[in-house]
């Protein structure tokens, strides 16, 4: 099911980054002419030519993933070439190359922050509901929702800065940039990854908060935990054994729906924090209709996404017999 | 020897409006090896009474006075009084399951989902019996072969939605056995199940009373159940004991007002044909501002309204894969011709699984089926209902109206109930905005509700008052035929009393033409002008009700007769003759009845008017038609 998936969300990508009127290139040669000059617009007619834009879309299409050959044969997605990026003048995999580990790790540490966080606050707040504790997490969380990202970002920099004499700005500190990776790197990066994760997870986590809370008090008025508690079980074991187990399915289920919105929703945090992940790349590819390196940008989040459904689905089934033996004995 | 002894126990729970009294000064005892029923409305206290024996009260609930002393008959522990102990304190955790345990209503939503049966029968064995765990699984298989599951061994590692109702039940009760407890509560642990079923359960919850020697406190509203278990009984209203005794004095001489108009509300085989049941707080049907404007029915009474054709539904269980594999397929409706009579009221009975929903489900069109027709008539001569279209389907959508099993999940909780009863006249595109509000005004005279009710929300009303709603809503369109899915299966003796006159009342001033599905013969019994009986989807027996439950032909139908509980002690249930009945598999039914896989399940006429699904007499013409 995964590889017709993905070649439709490849079409839709390409065909919505194609929407805009001409491309990167046509609008450089309109610049050009413009100004009157000559010469190079030979050359970028050529680049049009090397990179088969002049072809009509449904061509152009296969092309860029490898299904059709352009002018040097197959050479697309599926063969590995990930494409030009024109306003780098680089391939798209050296532009991306640097980003995309450093992405990665933020990322998990923001998913395991919102999990590691919310988790106990969740199930303090859904056992003691209405007491002090409850009122104040839920303040807080309040709080986290509606507190705007890149404020929430400065102000963080600057304490950090004040307390730990972090360095603004940035994963890494500015001397450990271009340089190899090292102990003194990696404890660098480390560190700043802190203040994004925080402010990256903290939405994330209030309302992750409140939808545990909500499951579980669901679950804790079922009948099948008074029964676990007419049996004699403790008030612990039994939140573990039975409400929780049920409460945390809607949680797995959404690994595949976080991933996406960590990428796309860390632009502003990105770059108001210049953090060098995929972010803001895609944002300044996007404007300057960059589309080999958009497309592959949109293509990547839509393969992490669905990936995550993947592990989703795969733990729902582990997890919930229902599922595993079910298979649809409804009638 | 009093296992239990509660001694003016009184109850409080505090809200915010203050403080509301749940149980007021109860007294009764529980001796030993005994069954004391508590009979009692739902809000009677009953449940609350259950919750404090077991320390489960919530957390807004508190004991104001009173002792409930439980005395081990084993002489172990020295008794202790169960009102001083911390709720969630160990004391409470060690008697818990151990000495005292608990049988839940639904066994649906009391087991886990996510644990298998034998994990969370053991658990209890785990909890206070000291043993290891493969002790606890040896100790659980015993106890599931105790409550007679069909396969023990394997049953130790399925999950419960695997499990039909009865079997989850018996696990349930192996839960609660396991431990050997020296007090079983039993709250209202058949009124969820079918009445095969529930002689089934309660005969072995006798059978383990004998074995293990405990008491029992059964909790229930229904008078059959108390009848064929109790001992002892002790009645209950608004928190107050208003009669107690032995089961003999209570039904053959009940004194206080409350048992007795109780008692005269449950239905039984034994009522004249024009006998009335005798609600505790009857309804006065006010319908003439229904009848004045209600459209004429061109069909003659005693005409076949709705006809079923060969009518068959299979669903698919399990896809088969892209790889092959059969796909598993489970027929719902064999073959199923049925006529519906204007002005009639056919009831449809017939255990869970038995089709008799998916058969009410054909005649709405809501399914579509994979054989046969379902022919109505609208004064046109019957027409196939899979042709109509447009106007015609709108028409028939407006003649046709369901009413509800549960009143609890059928009602919109975010709607206020106005919104519920205009909804039938926005789609259908019907009056004015004035218009409509007056109509749902006396939609609400009609079944005796509050016309100032229409604003509230569905959460303050009672399960009876929803019901009502409901009917009112099936009503709204002016129906001429009505489908009734076990509308009364959900509610309280009284208050089933209350809705079944009420459905005979305006069955009579409406002219309304019912199918009543239900599982209870009893009440069918008492509404219905013939019955068919379903069994794994064919249809086994249709007659005169009178006919069908005074001389049943079929084996399955005289199985299902003989498992009702009837609310009289000359009467009771004869358990040892239960498993000889066991007949709810074509493929063991004695011929002429026998059915196997493939048979046409065609009906004879054995009786005038009494036909009989008995394929094996079909070709010897000569009985055809005869009485047998």
Known sequence: MMIPTLLVISLLIFFIIELPSGDYISNQIAALKSSGEQSSIAKLEFLRREFSLDRPFFERYLVWVGLWPGPHGFEGLIQGNWGWSFEFDKPVDQVIGPTLPLTIVLNFATILFVYVVSFPIGIYSATRQYSWGDYGFTFLGYLGLATPNFLLALILLYLFNRWFGLSVGGLMAPEYIDQPWSLGKATSVLAHLIVPTIVIGTSGTAAMIRRLRANLLDELHKQYVTTGRAKGLKESQLLVKYPLRMAINPFIADIGNLIPSLVSGSVIVSVVMSLPTVGPVLLSALQSQDQFLSGFILLFVAVLTLIGMLISDLLLAVLDPRIRLGGGASS | ?628
């Open chain 2, 1 to 628: 020897m009093n296992v239990l002894s509660i001694e003016g126990l009184t109850v409080d729970f505090n809200t915010a409006e203050g403080s509301v009294r749940a149980v007021d000064d109860v007294s009764f005892v529980v001796p030993e090896n005994r069954t004391v029923a508590l009979v009692g409305e739902s809000g009677s206290g009953k449940t609350v009474i259950s919750q404090t024996i077991m320390g489960l009260l919530p957390d807004a609930a508190s004991i104001s006075s009173g002792k409930v002393i439980l005395a081990d008959p084993t002489g172990a522990e020295p008794p202790v009084d169960i009102a001083t102990l911390e709720r969630k304190g160990p004391r409470m955790r060690h008697l818990r399951g151990n000495r005292i345990a608990i049988i839940f209503q639904e066994p649906m939503t009391s087991l886990s989902p996510l644990h298998t049966i034998g994990d969370q029968i053991g658990e209890a064995a785990l909890l206070h019996r000291n043993v290891s765990g493969a002790q606890a699984r040896e100790l659980t298989r015993d106890m599931l072969r105790l409550v007679q599951f069909p396969d023990p061994e394997r049953a130790l590692d399925t999950y419960p939605f695997e499990l039909s109702g009865g079997l989850r039940q018996r696990a349930m009760i192996a839960m609660a056995m396991i431990c050997r407890p020296a007090l079983l509560i039993a709250d209202e642990p058949t009124t969820a199940l079918d009445v095969t079923i529930q002689a089934d359960i309660l005969k072995l919850m006798r059978e383990v009373q004998a074995e293990l020697r405990m008491s029992v406190l059964l909790i229930t509203h229904d008078f059959g159940v108390v009848a064929n278990m109790a001992d002892e009984i002790a009645v209950i209203y608004h928190g107050r004991i208003m009669e107690k005794g032995t089961a003999r004095q209570l039904f053959s001489d009940p004194r206080h007002d409350y048992l007795k108009a109780l008692l005269n509300a449950v239905p039984s085989f034994h009522m004249d044909r024009d006998e009335r049941l005798v609600p505790i707080r009857p309804i006065i049907l006010k319908s003439e501002d229904l009848t004045r404007n209600r459209p004429h029915c061109d069909v003659a009474p005693g005409e076949p309204l709705v006809e079923m054709r060969g009518v068959t539904k299979k669903f698919t269980l399990r896809k088969g894969s892209f790889l092959g594999g059969k796909p598993k397929t489970l027929t719902a409706l064999d073959d199923i011709n049925l006529t519906i009579r204007r002005g009639e009221c056919l009831g449809l009975v017939g255990e869970s699984g038995s089709g008799k929903t998916t058969a009410a489900k054909a005649i709405l069109r809501a399914i579509n089926l994979q054989g046969g027709k379902v022919l109505y008539n609208r004064g046109k001569g019957l027409e196939d209902i899979a042709a109509l279209q447009g106007a015609d389907l709108m028409d028939y959508r407006r003649r046709v109206q369901l009413i509800f099993q549960d009143p609890f999940s059928s009602l919109n909780p975010r709607r206020t109930i106005n919104d519920t009863l205009m909804e039938p006249f926005e789609v259908h595109g019907i009056g004015t905005p004035q218009e409509r509000a007056e109509r749902a005004r006396s939609l609400m005279n009609l079944v005796g509700l509050d016309p100032r009710f229409l604003r509230r929300y569905p959460h303050s009303f009672s399960g009876g008052q929803r019901q009502r709603i409901g009917i009112a809503r099936a009503l709204a369109l002016n129906p001429e035929f009505i489908l009734c899915d076990e509308p009364t299966s959900a509610l309280d003796v009284s208050v089933q009393a209350q809705i079944l006159n009420l459905l005979q009342d305006l069955k009579r001033d409406l002219n309304l033409t019912y199918l009543f599905v239900s599982h209870n013969l009893a009440v069918v019994d008492y509404l219905a002008d013939r019955i068919a009986v379903m069994c794994r989807g064919r249809l086994v027996e249709v007659g005169e009700t009178r006919t069908v439950t005074g001389n049943p032909l079929h084996p399955y139908t005289k199985a299902l007769l003989s498992a009702v509980p009837e609310p009289d002690l000359s009467a009771q249930l004869d358990f040892a003759a239960l498993d000889a009945n066991r007949a709810s598999e074509p493929q063991l039914w004695p011929e002429p009845f026998r059915l196997t896989d493939g048979v046409v399940p065609s009906l004879v006429e054995m009786e005038p008017d009494h036909f009989v699904c008995a394929p094996g007499l079909k070709n010897s013409g000569a009985l055809e038609g005869t009485a047998a």
